[in-house]
């Protein structure tokens, strides 16, 4: 049981990051029908950020965080411009257009940080809490928490303001949402924004539980792109269940299939998506590709 | 799936540039061994992962290398002729590390030095082995050695050395018999586990736990549970730097007290900054290279290295250096021969080196002694006893 406990434990705290990343590629998708491929090389940068920024110029842990969030949220403006021509011409192109983004974030990080990584020590340093013998790290209750608000704050956002409405709307019919006067182009662009701020968020929250290197955003991508498929693609909930899932299905699969987990893992998935295409909160918003 | 389309072509771009450098210099090269007559300068490749999960290994490599090779042009290089290196990046990944020796097989290299990475190496070697090009490697798996190539040399112990003096250590000496293992499924980590197993097999003494990961895992919690449920005494550890000093802090974290105890990755600042500096207190390490206070010849390294990177020397950077002295010599030995006859100059060479004195058997293996250190305060001392 404690074995159990624990791995449940350990899960959740790496899921709560997949959860995050899920959602910035949810976001993305579900306002303009685009997968960014970029997106895991945007958390790796918005690791970086965080972490030059706390470490180097020794800003405590949250404002090296909200600078790294300001900075990828223009780089995700950056990437959206540069895209935009594309937009309903020729998607294949875009699609292309976020790898090579990808790459270009890949190679700026070892030109600017090299290419050997850093490892972050935990700004929370309370000892972990003891409950009967199971442990529970203080950092990771943060990073649950962070993760919490930061969905409460994007579905109010979605739900409640006139510009997340006007999002809802590019997503569901853009064509008449331009007819309505919306600027689909501007929404597309803050979706990417609050996409690669999101990313910063799981980046600079994942550097003190991992190491930050320019290949973090490799696997953090693909589990965090896994959680987003599992969940329902383009939803938000989805997104957060999503992750949360790929994070303790691979916690689980790692104690009970060891070297083979990744396989267990991904095989596990493979099932899930079989029986239900479209993810647990299987509603497809867009169809635009 | 992300990554793995995007690494390749950052790697196309990479080799792209490398190769632009490397055909910048004279051409002029001939496969044939033997011969002084040969004018220009001598194409050394150093392969090693210089992007990736491993390029903090690949870093360490080159440096030490190129220390060497630019201590030698300094000194007038090989009988007059300069020793030009071409660097190239293996990505710690095998399949692009074949590439990168048909390439180096194609653009004249007469030696390879590198790569860090076992598994890299073994998939390098047949190529390597077909063009009659010597391959000085870094990895220490027993993988190496079972390659049985003529063209195959380690600049270090295998992990048979690394483990069977840990298990001499823990076992025979501070009589530790309650033993968990946790090793990661990649050629390293398998190399690791089966050494230790082995070696503490023949001391009667069966592990208690004995957990294995994936080489991407980030997440220990399982595995760590079922370890400490049978609270060893020792828990020993087999996986590369930066997965390593990930498992001692989760291992802490989830109130594991138990010391730790590993090979070369354990002496690392990587894992040690990794894993907390308190975190690793006490853990024990198998290395060749304890420290650069070892002797007058790991102070001047260490001197040098700093000089020229600006960075504190480890036993990454030695152990490159040493291979790379080993390789020049044999070629002033050879007046700069190629192919087999430098194979065989290489394998004639005695050397004193940083990790101890080279002297080559026919599997490649120069060297087969490491010492025991502790990690206390933050570095890595000579064990007591």
């Not at chain 2, 990930?246 to 690392?268: N, W, Y």
């Amino acid at each position: 049981m404690q074995v159990f406990l624990q791995t449940f434990i350990g899960g959740m705290s790496l899921g709560a990051i997949y959860a995050l990343v899920a959602m910035g590629f949810s976001l993305v998708y579900r306002t303009m029908g685009l997968v960014n491929f970029a997106h895991g090389s945007v958390v790796m940068i918005g690791a970086y950020i965080a972490s030059t920024f706390y470490l180097s110029v020794k800003l405590p842990f949250a404002l090296a965080m909200a600078v790294a969030i300001g900075v990828t949220g223009l780089i995700g403006i950056i990437i959206e411009r540069v895209l935009r021509p594309l937009e309903n011409k020729d998607f294949d192109l875009m699609l292309i257009g976020t790898i090579g983004f990808g790459i270009v974030l890949e190679a700026l990080a070892i030109i600017i940080w090299g290419a050997t990584g850093r490892a972050v020590p935990s700004p929370v340093p309370a000892a972990p809490i003891d409950l009967g013998g199971l442990r529970i790290r203080t950092y990771d209750l943060v990073v649950l928490a962070i993760a919490a608000a930061a969905t409460a704050l994007l579905v109010y956002f979605l739900q409640r303001t006139k510009r997340g409405a006007a999002m809802q709307a590019v997503a569901m019919d853009h064509q008449a949402a331009t007819a309505v006067g919306i600027h689909v182009g501007r929404s597309n662009a803050m979706a990417f924004m609050i996409g690669a701020g999101l990313a910063a968020l799981a980046g600079g929250l994942v550097g003190p539980l991992l190491y930050v290197s320019p290949a973090m955003g490799g696997l953090l991508g693909i589990k965090g792109f896994a959680g987003a498929i599992l969940g329902g693609f383009g939803s938000i909930p989805g997104a957060i269940l999503g992750g949360l899932g790929i994070g303790v299905i691979d916690s689980f699969a790692a104690g009970q299939f060891q070297g083979y987990s990744e396989l267990v893992t991904f095989l596990i998935f493979t099932v899930i998506i079989m029986i239900r295409p479209t993810g647990i909160f299987g509603e497809r918003t867009v169809n635009r590709a | 799936m992300l990554g793995r389309v995007r690494r390749p072509l950052a790697a196309g771009l990479l080799a792209l540039g490398v190769l632009f450098v490397a055909a910048c210099s004279p051409p002029g090269e001939e496969q044939t061994g033997g011969g002084g007559e040969n004018t220009g300068p001598i194409k050394i490749a150093i392969a090693n992962a210089q992007s990736g999960q491993l390029s903090s290994l690949g870093a360490w490599e080159l440096k030490g290398a190129k220390l060497a090779i630019d201590e030698w042009n300094a000194k007038g290089g090989i009988n007059g002729r300069q020793i030009e290196i071409g660097v190239f990046d293996s990505q710690g990944d095998p399949t692009v590390g074949t590439n990168v020796a048909r390439k180096i097989a194609s653009e004249g290299f007469v030696a390879m030095l590198g790569t860090a990475e076992s598994a890299v190496t073994i998939a390098m070697a047949p190529i390597l082995q077909q063009a009659q090009i010597p391959n000085i490697t870094s990895g220490q798996s027993p993988g190496l050695i079972a390659v049985k190539s003529p063209f195959l040399f380690l600049n270090g112990p295998t992990s048979l050395t690394y483990d069977e003096t840990l298990a001499k250590h823990v076992v025979d000496q501070k009589g530790l018999k309650t033993i968990a293992l946790i090793t990661n499924n990649g050629s390293y980590g398998k190399g690791e586990h089966d050494s230790f197993t082995k070696a503490l097999a023949t001391r009667g003494v069966t592990p208690v736990a004995d957990q294995v990961v994936t080489t991407d895992q980030k997440d220990f919690s399982a595995a760590l549970t079922n370890i400490r449920q049978k609270n060893p005494q020792l828990i020993f550890v087999g996986a590369e730097e930066v997965q390593s000093g990930l498992i001692v802090k989760q291992a802490r974290d989830l109130g594991i007290k138990a010391p730790f105890a590993g090979a070369a990755p354990q002496g690392t600042p990587v894992f040690l900054d990794t894993a907390g500096a308190a975190n690793v207190e006490g853990t024990i390490v198998s290395t060749p290279y304890l420290s650069n206070e070892v002797d007058d010849a790991s102070k001047t390294f260490a001197a040098a290295y700093k000089t020229a990177t600006g960075e504190e020397a480890e036993m990454h950077g030695a152990k490159a250096y040493d291979g790379a002295q080993i390789l020049l010599t044999a070629l002033k030995n050879s007046n700069a021969a190629k192919g087999k006859e430098l194979a065989d100059a290489i394998r004639a060479v005695k050397h004193k080196g940083l990790l101890g004195d080279f002297a080559y058997d026919d599997t490649g293996v120069g060297i087969f002694a490491t010492s025991i250190g502790t990690i206390t305060s933050g570095k890595l001392v000579p064990a007591a006893g």
